[in-house]
């Protein structure tokens, strides 16, 4: 397993798009949000929103999507597979509270993470920081990044371009898939817990009902396929979580 240091790109300000058809609701978020240090654009439809993010295809226009499921001209689980067909800036869903086809279909998708409304804006305040961070999102004023690129068997895993290649091959990765995959890299043979990975991976207190990690890293096995001697990459241990195994 080989380590080099990356270059990190840094920018002042995380820059949001909002897409949600809710005037109301836009207008509260920049009121908890630009105080925060974000900077924030809204689209209030999918088509706009698609647009906006998809804009002379500049993937680095923004930071990270949070995106309403329910839009006046498209479902919101359209704008993220148009999304996704291109980009890999990170997307939170807002979905309707109780409605867990929502949230899984959201993951399955592609999305990073998902909040049932109605919220707390300081739960959302949270949920983007996690996102960010695990994005690989660093401010200007922050320190030096973590000095990681890691080689291990077939897998060559980049953090400073946020990029995995299999065989030489580029894996498109969600952010969440892309954390889960680095967490498993550094402790091969070792078995991680859900509780430890929920709280590096997407940045909350585990709850034994909170399914997304589970599907986050069935995924993540989809993804990666068998390793070469077609044995399971990653393993499930029964009560306590998972881990990586070492290539035959």
């Not at 890293?217 to 399971?232: A, C, F, I």
Request: one cysteine or more; a neutral charge.
């Amino acid at each position: 397993m080989q380590v080099a240091k990356p270059e990190q790109k840094t920018r002042k300000h995380a820059r949001l798009l909002i897409v949600d058809d809710d005037p109301d609701l836009c207008d509260l978020l920049r009121q908890y949000l630009e105080p925060e240090g974000f900077t924030i654009e809204v689209a209030q439809n999918g088509t706009d929103g698609i647009h906006a993010a998809s804009r002379d295809r500049d993937k680095d226009k923004y930071d990270l999507i949070v995106l309403d499921v329910m839009l006046p001209d498209m479902k919101g689980f359209d704008v993220l597979r148009e999304l996704r067909s291109h980009i890999r800036t990170p997307v939170l869903m807002l979905t309707a509270r109780g409605d867990e086809f929502d949230r899984v279909l959201g993951l399955q998708m592609g999305a990073d993470d998902y909040l049932p409304k109605p919220f707390s804006p300081h739960e959302l305040i949270a949920r983007i920081g996690a996102i960010l961070r695990r994005a690989g999102w660093q401010s200007e004023q922050a320190g030096p990044p973590r000095p990681i690129s890691i080689r291990f068997g077939d897998l060559e895993l980049d953090t400073a371009a946020r990029s995995v290649l299999k065989s030489g091959e580029f894996l498109r990765l969600t952010s969440a898939e892309f954390d889960l995959l680095y967490a498993f890299l550094e402790s091969p043979g070792q078995v991680l817990s859900r509780e430890a990975l929920v709280e590096r991976v997407l940045g909350r207190k585990f709850s034994p009902f909170d399914r997304s990690l589970d599907l986050h890293v069935s995924n993540l096995r989809r993804k990666l396929g068998l390793q070469t001697n077609g044995t399971e990459r990653i393993r499930s241990v029964r009560g306590i979580g998972y881990l990586y195994a070492w290539p035959a």
